[in-house]
């Protein structure tokens, strides 16, 4: 069962790389089995975002407006007047970040991560040109070109509140070549989330699959265990989606 439906998770993947890439199937095919590698991806933002044509920002899967009743109520008012810490990990040039930064009624410091410096580039220059203006005036939003498989040599162990992930751990899950990375980066969430933090993983990954995958990798014997919940986001083009939310706790 579980083979069948990451093949079906596949060929719904194919079908948007391959409108993004001008309905090539072969270089989409292509592209699927190199996605955990950084060039793919510089490939990607520069041939989809060429001087000749208007910066669009690219989304996975669905917009924030899909999603934004799952996260918005995840941000609360902070302890000690401190600033609530979000991650949008792997966010490309989709607008996600920039979304809760804008929405946030409560101050939010949002960190927008990716492995490509052009999609890095690109969005810190539609900013630019485009103000976001937040809602809470201490919010705070910044783009940063990292490896989310090093998230512990930038942040400091339970400093993140809040980390998204819309479609960074599936793309790795699928390349051919990924599993083994994809493993690493939710150990790495785990550990820089605070206790009362929490991972959500937006996948079409069904949880007779998933829910299995990360009950077993988010664990660190002897150091952290987690609480894995989901929720069906909805049905968008034929496919369904759910909401992951993975919560560490020290283990006893």
């Not at 790495?188 to 990954?205: I, Y």
Request: aromatic share 8%; hydrophobic share 40%; net charge negative.
């Amino acid at each position: 069962m579980a083979v069948i439906l990451n093949t079906l998770a596949k060929s719904s993947l194919k079908l948007i790389i391959a409108t993004r890439l001008r309905h090539h199937s072969s270089l989409a095919t292509e592209f699927i089995n190199n996605m955990d590698k950084k060039a793919t991806w510089d490939r990607f933002y520069t041939e989809n975002n060429n001087k000749a044509t208007n910066f669009r920002n690219f989304e996975w899967f669905f917009g924030f407006d899909s999603i934004r009743d799952f996260i918005l109520p995840m941000l609360h008012s902070p302890p000690n007047d401190a600033m609530l810490r979000v991650l949008d990990m792997g966010c490309g040039t989709s607008a996600l970040g920039l979304s809760v930064y804008r929405d946030s009624v409560w101050p939010v410091q949002v960190t927008c991560a990716d492995i490509s410096p052009i999609a890095v580039r690109l969005m810190q220059e539609q900013t630019e040109i485009e103000t976001v203006l937040p809602q809470n005036p201490s919010s705070k939003l910044d783009f940063l070109e990292l490896d989310c498989t090093c998230l512990c040599k930038h942040f400091n162990s339970e400093r993140l509140d809040l980390i998204l992930d819309k479609g960074t751990i599936d793309a790795l899950l699928r390349s051919k070549e990924g599993g083994a990375k994809a493993s690493l980066v939710l150990k790495q969430c785990m550990k820089v989330l605070r206790n009362t933090g929490s991972l959500l993983q937006f996948s079409d990954e069904d949880p007779d699959s998933r829910m299995l995958w990360l009950e077993k990798e988010s664990r660190e014997p002897g150091l952290i265990i987690a609480n894995v919940g989901v929720q069906e986001v909805g049905e968008l083009r034929g496919v369904t989606y759910y909401c992951y939310q993975v919560t560490p706790h020290p283990a006893v």
